[in-house]
Every structure is written in structure tokens, then in C-alpha cells.
């Protein structure tokens, strides 16, 4: 059963391109409104409107209605970091990180809006940001006497201020740091700044000690753009449109709320009202700020896979490499609920990614697999991430996909762990309350191990290491009463909060896909675009084929779902579906396994009809449901080096090609580039041996399909 998500009237649903917004949220559901046409309404339940999220047309942006995000919007020209080009986005990521740090100096008074002020602050800032630059570039390698890094030159206090000030104004949205210059040389008009402008500088009225109520700046902003107005008829300019006192008051509604409080009653009163003590900042309902960090285990482990260990003797098992794995752990401020964990050889972004996906989904299949009893539904969307200054963490690609599922990095400069001190002592309990009842633990120093053999003790393998560390969190540790919670236990305290606040909503697959997703680039060809021996297309691919010189796409795709893919054509991104229907749900390990039968057993055959792909790959899916449901599968990962291997060994001249033009998502009118006419450039092989005609496991009618050598 799915809990209720913090929907507000500001979200956009968006089903199959028709948009709609929340009218109003019962004890069961949500009832949705056209926002095109009126009376036209969606009731959906709590479990419907999350299945609803998992589907490829759909996509929810929790903020969207919001005015100062439809300003930033238009002034962008895009709606996620994701479309940006690498260089624009990582001048977003720097900018970010500025603002960041001027917000920590800010909120302990030591830092305030004017240019003597922050003149002295800057140097701080600076070093604060190049710390994390100097992280990013080391490549997670030792850092070494002489190696050269690269920085950005420091912002003046101006311009930081404008930073601050556009950043605020697109109501906490990375969109209002993207630099204007990335849009260079399109002189059209596009929209009217003015007005956005002078109404943001009315709503300062609203940020000082004289705590103006909402309607005394209201009016004042009504003064404001008359009198502006006419000044503008004296000289011949066109008037301003006035906006009316409740979009006033929406805006005032939508400020900062630890930003606003500070502005009008001061840091002391601000710190207070929001507990700004030994622990951090406090959150208020789930997943509004999730802690996040890495952990060297204090355990020595078997360096290997359960399976691999299973037929080796015990002169074999003291052969193997023995070590401590690093642990990445998020952890809801608000209930103390951990909302994900991976294990990894070393710090790298691509374990942190994944986690950032886990986060944002259910893991009660990870909790059945390895044997607990309770459930790990504990999941939402991203607000705000607090990290430390780990090279994952200030990766480019970490923090571009945070933006993109809607949610924003924090990163408290050196010296302060309590801002991060949810995510801290939970480490700490893990080493006095598991690491003890485990062989092989290396305690907390030399002093305190003595001569325990904590090498020659090791006997546990990474599979058996995470399996422990998931059932002591969700059996345990989730049912335990906490000291921080008043003696509740943080799955209550879960399900209280998320019955009376609701929590930050699920994020949409497509919006899941774009953020986290496996990126390529593919050629474009007649049928569309060829991954892992897979054609995917839709029909703004097909567009793009005939009428743009490009020829060439990013891509990103779930490596647990191969059914549909995300394409990016130009800075729009959109859902294609693979031709062939057997693969939707089909993951990437289920089909690989597939593949590598097919071509020991049919490697002489030239033509396959799609029928055998189907049967092989239910066959295989049947004979490995108990592995899957055992706890080493269900947390199996696919590296890089591992997908570049399997591409070169494996998929490198693989196609499945279906001849039956109606199996094809085809628009009305003939594709003659597509399908009348092969393109030479896919490196057809035009030898065809004709196949038995046979009926797909779904009722269809037959299909032909052959496999050619063709280039992935």
C-alpha cells in the first residue's frame, strides 16, 4: 500500500500530453483536473497515482505552476539540467555551489547582502568551492604534491549577489543559475522580463524588520508598477501588466521559510524556530532532507560474491584477497528511516547514482530477498540532499542528477558535522551495536583491536555482508525506539508523518529515467535507434531522421526495463519503445543471459524468428526465479567496463529485425527512408534465409525476424 505523496496545487500531471493539476486530496486518493479544459477530471487513488507515475507518457513536476518557476522556465529555455551541453552544466553545478556556501555563511551571521560584507566572506566561499573542485578532479585517487588543478576564478560580491537574488527569485531552482550566454546570438523576443523584475523587488518589502504583512506589500506593489507605469507612458513605452494581490501572496507564500523567518525576526529567532542545534537542521515530514554519506566498514570482508565461494576449499578460501568495502547510506532526517544503502569496492559516482535511485523507490523486494520480516517501503522524491564533500558527492554528473529529480545539494563546509549528524551517529551505531556480533571487525583504532586477527577471522562475503546490514536496518534498527524521536521507533514515526504531512512526491519514470539513467549516444537509422541489439523508436525519432542533418542522439536507459528507452532530440526528451514487445519488464541481466544462449545454440543460423527470442527469454526468466529472488540477484549491478565488455563481446553485430510492418509503431503515412528503402549505412546484410513462421507467446500473429551483423 502506497502512503499519501505531498501533492500541492502547483504540481503538473501530465498523461500522455494532456496536463493536469491537483483540484483536491481526499483520506484515499487525488482528484486532478484538466488544465486544458474544464470540468474534465482524474480521480486517482494513492496506489493508482504511483502505478500511474511507472508508466513512459507520464511525468509529474511537483513545482511546475509555481510563477517563479514558470519565469525561470521561459528564461532557461529548458526544463532540466539534463538538456544543458556538459560546460553549461557544470558552470551550473560551480554557481550552485557558491550559492550554497554564501547561504552557510549567511545563516550564522557571518555573511550579509552587501559588498563590504561579502568581500571579506569571499575568500571563505572560495576555498570552501575549490575544496570541492579539488575533490571532483582527484579522480578518487591520492591527492599528490604537485599535481595541478583547475579553478574558476572567484565571482565579485555584485555578482554573487545577482546569483543569490536570481536563484531565489526562480524559487529555489538550479534553472535560475544557468548563464543567459548559453542562448547567445537568438535576438527574437521571447518574453518580458520587466514586469518579473520590478515585482521581485516589491517582494523584498516583504523581507525586513518592519514585517510588512502580505497585504501591505501587496498594496505596495500595486503602487509600484503605477507608478512605473506611467513613467513608462511618458516615454512612449508600452505599460506593464499589474499583477493581481493574490499572485502577490502566493509568491510571499512560496519564500524560503528559514530564509523569510531570518529576514524578519533574525538568525537567533530563526535558529530557534527551526532547532538549528547540535543535530542539524530539523525536517518535518519524510523525505524533505535526506542526509547522505560513506562509510569504510569496520569489518574485513572476503573480497568475492557468495557464489563464487561456494565450491572452493578451505586452502582455496585463505587464497582470497581479503578487505573492508565502503558503504553508501541515506537517512530521512524527519523519521531517522534509512532510505538506502549500497555497498562498494571503493568511492565512486556510479554506486552514489545508484543509491540516489534506490532512494526514490520501493526496496521491499530488496527487504523479501534478504529474509526480513518487516517491509522497506520507505521512499519519495528529492527535495534537499545533504552531502559531505566525498569525489562522488561533488561529481558533475551526482549533482546534475539530483537537479533533475527535482531536488537540490547541500554541502556544509569543513568543520561542521552536526549539519549532517543524522547520517553520522547512525554509522556510529552500526559499529557498536552490529560490528561486534561479526568475525572480522577492525574496531575503531590499533589500541582497541590489540591482537585480535581480524584477516585471518574474515569469512564473509560482500553478498552475506549486505544481506546482515538490510535485515538489522529494516528488522531491527526501523523497529527500535529512538532516542531522537522521543522513544518512537522510526517506522512509526514514518507513518505518522507521512498520514498527517504526506511526503515529497514520487518521482515519474520518465523523470527517474532522464535523471538516473545509463546514458549513451546511438546512431539514428530507418528504424529508429540500436542498443544492446534492441530497436527502439517513437515518433519524434522518425522526425528527426527524415528531417534533421544530424544523425547521431543521447539516450538513457534502465537497466531494468529494456522496454523503453528515454532519447534526447535537441533539448526535449522523449520515451521510445523497443519494436519488439517481448522485452517490456525485461532487464538487462535476463536478456544478456538470453543472448549469450541464443548465439552458442544458433550461431550458424542466420534467420531467428522472434518467436524463439520470446520463448528463450521466458525460459530463462522461469529457470532463474528463484535466483532472482535470492538477495545476491536482486542487488546485482552492471559496471561500465562490464556493459562496454558485453557490447564488444556479446552485442557487436546483433539486430533483431521484424518484417511484419504492422509489429512496427509506424505513422499513417509511408516512411520510405525507414522501411520502403534500407539504408546502406546500417550495414545490411542482404543475404536472407527465409524462417518457419511460428505464433508469439502473446497471441499475435506470426512475425519473421532475423539476427545480421550489424554495428550496436
Given amino acids: 500500500?502506497?502512503?499519501?505523496?505531498?501533492?500541492?496545487?502547483?504540481?503538473?500531471?501530465?498523461?500522455?500530453?494532456?496536463?493536469?493539476?491537483?483540484?483536491?486530496?481526499?483520506?484515499?486518493?487525488?482528484?486532478?483536473?484538466?488544465?486544458?479544459?474544464?470540468?474534465?477530471?482524474?480521480?486517482?487513488?494513492?496506489?493508482?497515482?504511483?502505478?500511474?507515475?511507472?508508466?513512459?507518457?507520464?511525468?509529474?513536476?511537483?513545482?511546475?505552476?509555481?510563477?517563479?518557476?514558470?519565469?525561470?522556465?521561459?528564461?532557461?529555455?529548458?526544463?532540466?539540467?539534463?538538456?544543458?551541453?556538459?560546460?553549461?552544466?557544470?558552470?551550473?553545478?560551480?554557481?550552485?555551489?557558491?550559492?550554497?556556501?554564501?547561504?552557510?555563511?549567511?545563516?550564522?551571521?557571518?555573511?550579509?547582502?552587501?559588498?563590504?560584507?561579502?568581500?571579506?566572506?569571499?575568500?571563505?566561499?572560495?576555498?570552501?568551492?575549490?575544496?570541492?573542485?579539488?575533490?571532483?578532479?582527484?579522480?578518487?585517487?591520492?591527492?599528490?604534491?604537485?599535481?595541478?588543478?583547475?579553478?574558476?576564478?572567484?565571482?565579485?560580491?555584485?555578482?554573487?549577489?545577482?546569483?543569490?537574488?536570481?536563484?531565489?527569485?526562480?524559487?529555489?531552482?538550479?534553472?535560475?543559475?544557468?548563464?543567459?550566454?548559453?542562448?547567445?546570438?537568438?535576438?527574437?523576443?521571447?518574453?518580458?522580463?520587466?514586469?518579473?523584475?520590478?515585482?521581485?523587488?516589491?517582494?523584498?518589502?516583504?523581507?525586513?524588520?518592519?514585517?510588512?504583512?502580505?497585504?501591505?506589500?501587496?498594496?505596495?506593489?500595486?503602487?509600484?508598477?503605477?507608478?512605473?507605469?506611467?513613467?513608462?507612458?511618458?516615454?512612449?513605452?508600452?505599460?506593464?501588466?499589474?499583477?493581481?494581490?493574490?499572485?502577490?501572496?502566493?509568491?510571499?507564500?512560496?519564500?524560503?521559510?528559514?530564509?523569510?523567518?531570518?529576514?524578519?525576526?533574525?538568525?537567533?529567532?530563526?535558529?530557534?524556530?527551526?532547532?538549528?542545534?547540535?543535530?542539524?537542521?530539523?525536517?518535518?515530514?519524510?523525505?524533505?532532507?535526506?542526509?547522505?554519506?560513506?562509510?569504510?566498514?569496520?569489518?574485513?570482508?572476503?573480497?568475492?560474491?557468495?557464489?563464487?565461494?561456494?565450491?572452493?576449499?578451505?586452502?582455496?578460501?585463505?587464497?582470497?584477497?581479503?578487505?573492508?568495502?565502503?558503504?553508501?547510506?541515506?537517512?530521512?532526517?524527519?523519521?531517522?528511516?534509512?532510505?538506502?544503502?549500497?555497498?562498494?569496492?571503493?568511492?565512486?559516482?556510479?554506486?552514489?547514482?545508484?543509491?540516489?535511485?534506490?532512494?526514490?523507490?520501493?526496496?521491499?523486494?530488496?527487504?523479501?530477498?534478504?529474509?526480513?520480516?518487516?517491509?522497506?517501503?520507505?521512499?519519495?522524491?528529492?527535495?534537499?540532499?545533504?552531502?559531505?564533500?566525498?569525489?562522488?558527492?561533488?561529481?558533475?554528473?551526482?549533482?546534475?542528477?539530483?537537479?533533475?529529480?527535482?531536488g537540490v545539494v547541500e554541502t556544509p563546509r569543513g568543520g561542521l558535522p552536526r549539519l549532517r549528524g543524522r547520517v553520522e551517529r547512525i554509522f556510529r551505531t552500526f559499529g557498536t551495536a552490529l560490528m561486534p556480533l561479526l568475525a572480522g571487525r577492525t574496531f575503531s583504532d590499533p589500541k582497541e583491536r590489540g591482537d585480535y586477527p581480524s584477516e585471518e577471522m574474515a569469512s564473509l562475503s560482500d553478498d552475506v555482508l549486505m544481506e546482515i546490514l538490510i535485515r538489522f536496518v529494516v528488522d531491527v534498527y526501523h523497529n527500535m525506539p529512538h532516542r531522537g524521536l522521543n522513544g518512537e521507533t522510526p517506522n512509526n514515526c514514518w507513518k505518522r508523518f507521512a498520514d498527517k504531512m504526506g511526503i515529497v512526491p514520487q518521482l515519474a519514470e520518465t523523470t527517474r529515467r532522464k535523471a538516473f539513467g545509463v546514458r549513451y549516444r546511438r546512431r539514428v537509422f530507418g528504424k529508429g535507434v540500436r542498443l544492446f541489439g534492441i530497436d527502439y523508436t517513437c515518433q519524434a525519432l522518425r522526425e528527426f531522421y527524415v528531417h534533421d542533418r544530424r544523425r547521431h542522439v543521447h539516450l538513457k536507459v534502465d537497466l531494468n526495463d529494456l522496454g523503453w528507452i528515454m532519447i534526447q532530440i535537441g533539448k526535449k526528451w522523449y520515451a521510445a519503445r523497443a519494436l519488439q514487445k517481448c522485452f517490456d519488464a525485461v532487464s538487462y541481466e535476463q536478456w544478456e543471459a538470453t543472448a549469450r544462449q541464443l548465439r552458442l545454440k544458433h550461431k550458424a543460423e542466420a534467420v531467428l524468428q522472434e518467436k524463439i527470442i520470446s520463448d528463450a527469454l521466458h525460459a530463462i526468466i522461469q529457470k532463474n526465479s528463484e535466483e532472482e529472488r535470492r538477495f545476491g540477484a536482486v542487488l546485482k549491478r552492471q559496471t561500465p567496463t562490464g556493459l562496454r565488455r558485453a557490447r564488444e563481446d556479446l552485442f557487436q553485430g546483433l539486430s533483431i529485425e521484424t518484417d511484419d510492418p504492422e509489429s512496427f509503431d509506424l505513422p499513417p503515412e509511408p516512411d520510405l527512408f525507414g522501411h520502403v528503402i534500407p539504408s546502406s549505412d546500417e550495414g545490411e546484410d542482404t543475404t536472407e534465409v527465409t524462417a518457419d513462421q511460428g505464433q508469439s507467446p502473446t497471441g499475435d500473429r506470426p512475425r519473421t525476424s532475423k539476427w545480421r551483423i550489424e554495428d550496436d
Fill in 1 to 406: 500500500m502506497n502512503l499519501p505523496f505531498r501533492v500541492s496545487v502547483f504540481g503538473r500531471l501530465t498523461i500522455d500530453g494532456r496536463k493536469y493539476k491537483l483540484d483536491r486530496k481526499t483520506d484515499f486518493g487525488y482528484h486532478f483536473e484538466d488544465f486544458d479544459e474544464t470540468g474534465r477530471n482524474l480521480s486517482l487513488t494513492f496506489d493508482e497515482f504511483a502505478e500511474l507515475l511507472q508508466r513512459p507518457d507520464v511525468t509529474f513536476d511537483p513545482g511546475y505552476f509555481l510563477p517563479e518557476r514558470q519565469d525561470v522556465r521561459m528564461s532557461a529555455g529548458v526544463e532540466a539540467i539534463a538538456s544543458l551541453p556538459d560546460d553549461v552544466r557544470s558552470e551550473v553545478v560551480w554557481r550552485f555551489s557558491w550559492v550554497d556556501g554564501f547561504y552557510q555563511f549567511e545563516r550564522v551571521d557571518e555573511a550579509k547582502r552587501t559588498d563590504f560584507s561579502l568581500q571579506s566572506v569571499i575568500p571563505s566561499i572560495e576555498a570552501h568551492v575549490n575544496k570541492q573542485a579539488r575533490a571532483a578532479q582527484s579522480n578518487w585517487r591520492n591527492p599528490r604534491a604537485g599535481k595541478k588543478n583547475v579553478y574558476r576564478d572567484p565571482p565579485s560580491p555584485r555578482t554573487l549577489r545577482e546569483w543569490v537574488k536570481r536563484y531565489e527569485k526562480a524559487g529555489g531552482s538550479p534553472l535560475g543559475l544557468i548563464p543567459g550566454t548559453h542562448r547567445s546570438g537568438n535576438r527574437t523576443a521571447r518574453f518580458c522580463l520587466e514586469a518579473s523584475r520590478l515585482l521581485g523587488e516589491c517582494l523584498e518589502a516583504y523581507l525586513t524588520r518592519k514585517r510588512l504583512t502580505k497585504k501591505n506589500v501587496a498594496d505596495v506593489c500595486l503602487d509600484r508598477f503605477k507608478t512605473v507605469n506611467e513613467q513608462r507612458l511618458v516615454e512612449g513605452k508600452p505599460e506593464l501588466t499589474i499583477p493581481s494581490r493574490r499572485k502577490v501572496e502566493r509568491a510571499l507564500s512560496e519564500l524560503d521559510p528559514y530564509f523569510t523567518c531570518v529576514q524578519r525576526h533574525g538568525v537567533d529567532y530563526a535558529n530557534r524556530k527551526f532547532a538549528l542545534y547540535e543535530e542539524g537542521v530539523t525536517a518535518s515530514y519524510p523525505m524533505e532532507r535526506v542526509e547522505i554519506d560513506e562509510w569504510c566498514v569496520d569489518l574485513i570482508t572476503i573480497l568475492a560474491e557468495r557464489g563464487a565461494l561456494d565450491h572452493l576449499s578451505p586452502e582455496e578460501l585463505a587464497k582470497l584477497d581479503r578487505g573492508r568495502r565502503w558503504l553508501y547510506l541515506a537517512i530521512d532526517c524527519a523519521t531517522r528511516c534509512v532510505v538506502g544503502m549500497r555497498l562498494a569496492e571503493k568511492p565512486n559516482c556510479q554506486d552514489a547514482m545508484a543509491l540516489l535511485s534506490d532512494i526514490t523507490r520501493d526496496k521491499t523486494d530488496i527487504a523479501i530477498a534478504a529474509g526480513c520480516k518487516s517491509t522497506w517501503h520507505h521512499y519519495g522524491g528529492l527535495s534537499s540532499l545533504v552531502t559531505d564533500l566525498g569525489v562522488a558527492f561533488v561529481d558533475d554528473a551526482f549533482r546534475s542528477a539530483v537537479f533533475d529529480a527535482h
